[in-house]
């Protein structure tokens, strides 16, 4: 088994990381631990402008990253601490999340702490949630990944997974917020974040000891980063690969009432329909037209925007204003 501390705090690079490590070390058994600055990591079939608040997470500058594997959206920052198995397929029931997490559970249970994994795949403490794990299937081997909330800042988890209900409809499933815990509430204060990766470190060399610590070498990190700059830090992979869905959103303004619903398939939007009480001097059917097969992004709509007479369909209003509408 290779033991492996990454060096990074960029979510980019560390989702980047297991897919990389997965074709590189096909035949080896890895444990991979990283931990993230600010971020938002989405299970791979979810709808990612569904599962945040996009308002706050550009505003706070924090990274919306799609992972490989399936499950909820979960938030990331250097008070959580992520680890990840990669083991051959088939050596190992899919379904069993036991196998993974036991030694987070042994760890915890030495220190006196009831931690103890419930439901499919979720560890808790006294009925509190503190690590939810995924799990995939790719060429050839299994990964099961999960995070462990150490010292986590609750409130910013909270407000970047809260989105407006109204906005999107037929949407994929979102994910369930299930009560969740620091570990820090538990373990002694002398443990945090750092701390905590060592001891479980060393808790997987006791139970292992032929694994082995493994550093990433100049080619590693330069295959990982032309993975990040091919596909894990795209606009493509992050909101685009987002399951089909319909939005809509509504703005009373200066200028008038106005209503967008759009229908979104791959992350472009196919149909586009503008209401409201507003006075056009230009048919506002030629500004649906406009959107048409473009990217439901905010930053390239601004651009969009900017190129029109936004006042020739919706009298005096600005493009601020009026991108509001697609947030």
Avoid: C
Avoid at 78 to 90: D, Y
Avoid at 211 to 231: F, H, P, R, S
């Amino acid at each position: 088994m290779l033991i492996i501390d990454s060096p990074s705090n960029n979510a980019y690079f560390n989702i980047a990381s297991e897919e990389y490590l997965l074709y590189k070390y096909p035949k080896a058994d890895i444990f991979l631990l990283y931990i993230n600055a600010p971020s938002i990591i989405i299970g791979k079939f979810q709808n990612t402008l569904a599962e945040i608040n996009l308002d706050y997470v550009q505003d706070q500058g924090i990274k919306v990253v799609r992972r490989m594997s399936g499950g909820g959206a979960v938030y990331h920052d250097l008070g959580n601490l992520n680890f990840s198995f990669h083991t051959l397929l088939g050596t190992n029931d899919f379904m069993d999340f036991s196998t993974f997490t036991q030694p987070v559970v042994s760890l915890l249970n030495q220190m006196d702490i009831p931690a103890k994994l419930e439901g499919r795949n979720d560890l808790l403490v006294e009925g509190k949630k503190f690590s939810g794990n995924a799990k995939l299937a790719k060429n050839g081997k299994m990964i099961q990944h999960g995070t462990l909330l150490i010292d986590s800042h609750m409130e910013v988890l909270g407000d970047a997974l809260k989105v407006n209900p109204l906005k999107f409809i037929d949407k994929a499933v979102k994910s369930n917020r299930a009560r969740v815990i620091n570990l820090s509430e538990y373990l002694p204060e002398n443990i945090n974040t750092l701390s905590f990766k060592q001891l479980l470190i060393a808790e997987m060399m006791k139970n292992n000891p032929e694994a082995t610590m493994y550093t990433l070498n100049d080619e590693d990190i330069a295959g990982i980063e032309q993975l990040v700059a091919d596909k894990y830090a795209t606009w493509e992979w992050n909101f685009g690969a987002s399951p089909n869905y319909n939005f809509k959103k509504a703005l009373k303004i200066p200028a008038g009432f106005i209503e967008v619903h759009l229908d979104v398939h791959k992350g472009h939007i196919e149909k586009a329909k503008i209401f409201g009480d507003f006075f056009a001097s230009k048919p506002i059917e030629e500004l649906e037209n406009i959107l048409i097969g473009e990217k439901h992004d905010i930053a390239h709509i601004a651009q969009l925007l900017e190129g029109q007479d936004i006042t020739a369909y919706f009298g005096k209003v600005s493009v601020a204003e009026v991108l509001e509408l697609f947030k």
